[in-house]
């Protein structure tokens, strides 16, 4: 797996993004809710109307973008982990329950994983936003109670092909309960395809937020997201492309890198088979 | 293949069943629908007068049942904002995002097709890595990211096409990228997939054995069998980009649904918005249905799998 490049770079910039999360407040030059009139919309530091110690320019407030760059990796990485946790006990435990017994719980777990992929993620994610008010909890709560179908998909093939394995017959002979065989014998044999789908609805959740955010029924203003600083920025971007450039290259990294990490697992293990 | 046709269309009635209790609550429930017919200068007396005299205050049961027989009258509600019908508000955005929409898949296929049958004839080649490289790349960009450059690359500094609004052709042009360039990823990958299993195949080897043309045993025996699990996908993505319209619409000032959507939720107009919600998920369900059965049709397996 160490040998795999596209898993080490990815895993790698993610790793670093998750440390430049952590140490924000150390990095970050200013306070990325400080503003300065006088500082505003002012370029990048190859630009030759740059300002000293602002080294990628200001938004137009005239806070510091590099700042709030640096904070906006505790958004992203916030939602891409927590609305990945939620999705994730939500759908494993529908796709192994459904898997595990088969029948008419199968197929009422079925129906409502075809609901669900029914539903357009972001209009719906939009519309409860619409209705309870944007804030950080809200578009995470709603971003992990909507994407845990391919959790549920795939944790429901996998089990499938495991209930008749020998290892859970002799489980179930040694008098082990079905919830002890689900949670002991089956979850850590799926483990593998399930963390592929983590990373790749992880990168889906980073970008349904900027995306909510960009639409202004996300995180809400001053929180320095990604996606609130491109939908900020945009109004400025035909003289100042920069302000739309920087964000969207940070989320692209990120989405990246996590997709990389992704692609490395599928293969590692697509190779050990 | 009538087992088959039968359980799909049950199943299909379920979700449009349990998709039109998701829009019902959204619009009567999450909210109050009397102070969004009344407006925000009502008193508690006139939101009462309204409640009775549009029977909010009825149970649920008997106002869901109203809206289920409404819909079914094609009566999707009315607006707040503009008090029209939004079934004709709906109805008069339906070409311009089903342009796009068109106009998207076709570009993303036309992409997608080419690349995936090129990478998997040569697997482990540059030239199936590039493409590869493509697709991760592509899934990463962000969809309005991606508009935003666009625009500021082919409308701004090089002045080649319109960035805003829906009037010509050439107005869907970018959008189509956009939106096409975000499902291209998933399209190419299966394709390729396909076609590299395809081609591992006995009777390919058969037909290269007989002497057939690359040519025709590319377009002729292994395209033919690669595509099957492409119509499913592609239906799959076409209802996302009705979804995804949300985004690329706003960003290039397309007055489709998408853009409807988004001017309702800014100002809290729910029958749309349940209406919209309600209206793409349709669309899906039909189109995957539809997938379904034509896999079905053109692949005996699948028949006899039921």
């Known amino acids: 797996m160490l040998r795999h490049g596209g898993f080490m770079i990815g895993g790698g910039v993610l790793v670093l993004l998750v440390l430049v999360a952590v140490f924000a407040p150390l990095l970050a030059p200013h306070d ?89 993620v972001v209009l719906v994610a939009l519309a409860v936003v619409a209705v309870v008010g944007g804030s950080l909890t809200v578009v995470l709560l709603v971003i992990g109670l909507l994407l845990w179908d ?22 179930r002979a040694m008098g082990a309960s079905r919830m002890h065989v689900m949670c002991r014998e089956i979850l850590p044999n799926i483990r593998a395809p399930l963390t592929v789908v983590a990373t790749v609805e992880m990168a889906n959740a980073v970008l349904i937020e900027a995306a909510l955010s960009f639409l202004g029924l996300g995180v809400q203003a001053p929180l320095p997201s990604w996606g609130l600083m491109l939908s900020e920025g945009k109004n400025f971007m035909f003289f100042n492309p920069w302000v739309i450039t920087l964000p969207g290259l940070c989320l692209f990294v990120l989405a990246l890198s996590i997709n990389l990490l992704g692609d490395g697992l599928r293969d590692v293990q697509e190779g050990g088979r | 293949m009538l087992r088959l046709f039968i359980s799909r269309c049950a199943l299909a009635l379920f979700v449009v069943f349990a998709i039109s209790i998701i829009c019902f609550l959204l619009s009567h429930v999450a909210v109050d629908p009397a102070s969004g017919v009344a407006g925000d200068s009502a008193t508690d007396a006139d939101l009462e007068a309204i409640r009775l005299q549009y029977g909010f205050d009825r149970p649920l049961i008997l106002q869901y049942g109203d809206y289920v027989a409404g819909v079914m009258r094609g009566d999707l509600g009315t607006s707040y904002l503009s008090g029209e019908p939004v079934s004709a508000l709906i109805a008069e955005r339906i070409p311009a995002t089903a342009l796009l929409a068109c106009l998207s898949i076709a570009f993303a296929l036309a992409l997608a097709v080419p690349l995936g049958v090129l990478a998997a004839l040569r697997p482990n080649s540059w030239l199936d890595r590039g493409a590869l490289t493509l697709a991760v790349v592509g899934q990463a960009v962000p969809n309005f990211w991606a508009g935003l450059l666009l625009i500021l690359l082919f409308g701004i500094k090089l002045q080649w096409l319109p960035i805003s609004g829906s009037s010509t052709l050439a107005h869907f042009v970018l959008p189509a990228i956009t939106l096409g360039s975000f499902a291209m990823p998933a399209l190419m990958r299966l394709i390729r997939a396909g076609m590299i299993e395809v081609l591992e195949a006995d009777y390919i080897r058969t037909a290269r054995a007989m002497g057939l043309s690359q040519r025709a045993i590319l377009f002729k025996y292994a395209l033919r069998n690669a595509v099957l699990p492409v119509i499913s996908l592609t239906a799959v993505q076409f209802g996302f980009m009705l979804g995804g ?25 729910m029958p749309v918005i349940q209406a919209i919600v309600l209206f793409i998920s349709l669309v899906y369900i039909v189109l995957t249905l539809l997938a379904d059965l034509l896999n079905a049709a053109l692949d005996p397996r699948i028949r006899e799998k039921s």
């Not at chain 2, 706003?250 to 800014?266: E, N, R």
């Open chain 2, 245 to 269: 319209s949300i985004i690329v619409e706003s960003v290039f000032a397309i007055q489709g649904i998408g853009y409807l959507a988004w001017q309702s939720m800014s100002r809290s107009d």
């Open chain 1, 150 to 171: 391919q959790f549920a998909v795939v944790a429901r093939t996998a089990t499938q092909q495991l209930r008749h394995a020998e290892f859970v017959a002799s489980a």
């Open chain 1, 32 to 120: 990325p809710f400080a503003q300065s009139l006088a500082l505003r919309i002012k370029p990048p530091f190859w630009h030759e109307a740059s300002v000293a110690g602002h080294p990628l320019g200001t938004d137009q407030l005239g806070r510091d973008y590099l700042s709030r760059l640096i904070y906006g990796t505790r958004i992203s990485l916030a939602v891409g982990f927590g609305a990945v946790l939620i999705s994730g006990i939500i759908g494993i435990t529908l796709g192994v329950v459904a898997g595990y017994f088969g029948g008419w719980v199968d197929t009422c777990i079925g129906a409502l994983i075809t609901t669900r992929l029914s539903l357009p």
